[in-house]
């Protein structure tokens, strides 16, 4: 199969060379590139937390005994990394949308609003995940 003339409608490869508005002659940045950035960044802090929460979920299920709030904190834990799974879906079903199309632009906008929405709810989660905190109880 020729991959030059694939119909896959999912792969939009950007321009090759920089586009220069002609009115200014400054180069114009290519959006799907910081979009793709933005979404690399935001996937790789979203890693850094899942690992944090999967360590604090160990330490939480080995603590079963000593940990005064077991419960609440198995609960929350497992949220977050719920909703963290949610994120991570959302980034890479946001970076195959061309922001360049006026069509795909829309959809791009609304994973974009529901990933930060979930952001913000991780953030939340994990507040309280600190303030039941992993300490075990004092005898």
Known sequence: ???ENSNNSSFKPGPSKP?????TGEVIPNVNTYQQKKNLAQGMMDLALVSANANQLRYVLESFTRHPYYYFSLIF???SLIIQIAVG????MNSRYDV???REICKANKINDLVTIGIFLITLVNVLIS???VAPKVD
Do not use: C, K, Q, W
């Open 1 to 3: 199969m020729d991959v």
């Open 89 to 92: 879906i959302g980034l890479i």
């Open 77 to 79: 834990i497992s949220v």
């Open 19 to 23: 586009v220069v508005d002609p009115t």
């Open 131 to 133: 303030a039941f905190g």
């Open 100 to 102: 360049n199309d006026r």
